[in-house]
Antibody, heavy 121, light 109 residues
Framework: EVQLVESGGGLVQPGGSLRLSCAASGFTFSSYDMHWVRQATGKGLEWVSA???????YYPGSVKGRFTISRENAKNSLYLQMNSLRAGDTAVYYC???????????????WGKGTTVTVSS | SSELTQDPAVSVALGQTVRITCQGD??????ASWYQQKPGQAPVLVIYGKNNRPSGIPDRFSGSSSGNTASLTITGAQAEDEADYYC????????????FGTGTKVTVL
C-alpha cells in the first residue's frame, strides 16, 4: 500500500525550531519529487516546499530562509527543518508525492494524514 | 508569484450539476489539479491533467480548461461530495513554485 506518514509536530515557542519527518512506503521513494503543504485552522492549503529527485529544493517567499526541505532516500524519508518559527506557521503540515507527465502535468497524488505544529508561548 | 482564485462557496441540489472555477495566469501554461478535502481529513486528488481521474474517483467528477480558467464539474452531486475543493498548479514565473487556489466550499442541499 502506498503510504505517507508524517511525524514530529508539536508545541514550540516563537523563534524556536522543529523538524518534521515523513515516512514513505509502498513505492520507490527516490523516484519522486516530494512536497510539504500546510493548512492553518479554518484556512486554505498553502504550498510550503518541494524537493526534486536530485535534491533540488524550492520554497515560497513566506518560508524561504527559515525552512529547509531534505530527503534521505536510503530511509525512504522526507524532512522539513523549520527555524525561526512564528505564530503564523501554526498549521497542519502534510507531505505529498508529486507525479508528473508531459501529457498530464504536475499533481500530488498521495498525501499523508498530517502532523500539527503549534507555535505559541 | 501567481495566484489562483476560486469562488468561496457554492451550493447544489442533490443530484444536480455544479461547476467550480479556478482562475489564474499560470493556468495558461500548466494544467490544474483538483483536490477534495472533507473536515478533519487530508486532501484527496480528484482530477489532474486535461481531464483525468485517479482510480476510485467517481466519473461524476470531470475537469476542463480554457485560457486562464480551469473548471471542476460534479454531475449528479451526492451528499458525500460536500467538501472543500482546491485547485493547484505550477507557478508560471519559471521559479519552480506551486500555488493552491483559495478554495471553494461545496454544499449539497
Amino acid at each position: 500500500e502506498v503510504q505517507l506518514v508524517e511525524s514530529g509536530g508539536g508545541l514550540v515557542q516563537p523563534g524556536g525550531s522543529l523538524r518534521l519527518s515523513c515516512a514513505a512506503s509502498g513505492f520507490t521513494f527516490s523516484s519522486y519529487d516530494m512536497h510539504w503543504v500546510r493548512q492553518a485552522t479554518g484556512k486554505g492549503l498553502e504550498w510550503v516546499s518541494a524537493i526534486g529527485t536530485a535534491g533540488d529544493t524550492y520554497y515560497p517567499g513566506s518560508v524561504k530562509g527559515r525552512f529547509t526541505i531534505s530527503r534521505e532516500n536510503a530511509k525512504n524519508s522526507l524532512y522539513l527543518q523549520m527555524n525561526s518559527l512564528r505564530a503564523g506557521d501554526t498549521a497542519v503540515y502534510y507531505c505529498a508525492r508529486e507525479e508528473y507527465s508531459s501529457l498530464r502535468g504536475y499533481y500530488m497524488d498521495v498525501w499523508g494524514k498530517g502532523t500539527t505544529v503549534t507555535v505559541s508561548s | 508569484s501567481s495566484e489562483l482564485t476560486q469562488d468561496p462557496a457554492v451550493s447544489v441540489a442533490l443530484g444536480q450539476t455544479v461547476r467550480i472555477t479556478c482562475q489564474g495566469d499560470s493556468l495558461r501554461s500548466y494544467y490544474a489539479s483538483w483536490y477534495q478535502q472533507k473536515p478533519g481529513q487530508a486532501p484527496v486528488l480528484v482530477i489532474y491533467g486535461k481531464n483525468n481521474r485517479p482510480s476510485g474517483i467517481p466519473d461524476r467528477f470531470s475537469g476542463s480548461s480554457s485560457g486562464n480558467t480551469a473548471s471542476l464539474t460534479i454531475t449528479g452531486a451526492q451528499a458525500e461530495d460536500e467538501a472543500d475543493y482546491y485547485c493547484n498548479s505550477r507557478d508560471s514565473s519559471g521559479n519552480h513554485l506551486y500555488v493552491f487556489g483559495t478554495g471553494t466550499k461545496v454544499t449539497v442541499l
